[in-house]
């Protein structure tokens, strides 16, 4: 059966990194974000309350474009980072700092809303969880440039978004993964434990969750 996995999470939680690993495991295809030249992002940087509006429905067409694409794809995929994202935590967080106004915030929304209906959601989305401090250091670690203004606090408050978006989320079934306490870089029975909940989330199983001790155990495989 042919399935759509979309991969949620914040910045440096290693989202393109599970997705690669899973689709190696899997036999599944794997669906990254490609590079959108967006026509708004240097005004956007020049003046964030003039622009945010104009550049986040860009971005919103641009995914909503790629959702559908992939409902449609001939064989199983993983996506990075889901649709939902954009709107639920990107575009929220520029209101809740001001850079996008009452107005435009509203009308935005009203397009993710009213676009979203007709869209089938994935069979899974999967959220991974790891707190601010650990982010920081992934995110120190893998050395990208344009990240080294990332502080702490902007993380936690993209954290406390997510959270109250995940437990929100009713438009599929999510199975959500403690990332601070599972390296499925280092430790290959990590990385199974994380196929094997998959598996059981998408066979229908309603409470899915990792438990210490065979996380413990997985990390010994």
């Given at each position: 059966m042919k399935r759509f996995i979309a991969i949620?999470?914040?910045?440096?939680?290693?989202?393109?990194?599970?997705?690669?690993?899973?689709?190696?495991?899997?036999?599944?295809?794997?669906?990254?974000?490609?590079?959108?030249?967006?026509?708004?992002?240097?005004?956007?940087?020049?003046?964030?309350?003039?622009?945010?509006?104009?550049?986040?429905?860009?971005?919103?067409?641009?995914r909503l474009r790629s959702h559908l694409n992939l409902t449609q794809h001939s064989s199983s995929v993983i996506q990075d980072r889901s649709l939902y994202e954009d709107a639920e935590i990107f575009a929220y967080n520029l209101y809740r700092q001001g850079n996008m106004s009452e107005r435009d915030y509203q009308t935005y929304r009203d397009l993710y809303e009213t676009a979203v209906q007709f869209l089938p959601p994935p069979d899974l989305v999967i959220y991974l969880r790891a707190s601010a401090e650990t982010l920081l250091s992934r995110i120190s670690r893998r050395g990208r440039n344009y990240e080294t203004a990332i502080t702490e606090e902007y993380l936690q408050n993209l954290n406390t978004l997510y959270e109250g978006w995940i437990e929100n989320f009713t438009l599929c079934p999510i199975l959500a993964i403690p990332a601070d306490d599972l390296d499925y870089v280092a430790h290959n029975g990590h990385l199974r434990l994380i196929v094997s909940k998959i598996e059981a989330k998408l066979s229908g199983?309603?409470?899915?969750?990792?438990?210490?001790?065979?996380m413990a155990k997985a990390a010994e495989d």
């Open positions: 949620a999470g914040n910045i440096g939680v290693g989202k393109s990194t599970l997705v690669n690993m899973l689709c190696e495991q899997m036999g599944w295809e794997p669906f990254f974000e490609p590079v959108a030249q967006n026509p708004y992002l240097a005004d956007f940087y020049e003046d964030m309350s003039a622009w945010a509006f104009h550049s986040q429905v860009f971005f919103l067409t641009h199983k309603e409470e899915v969750v990792f438990e210490a001790d065979e």
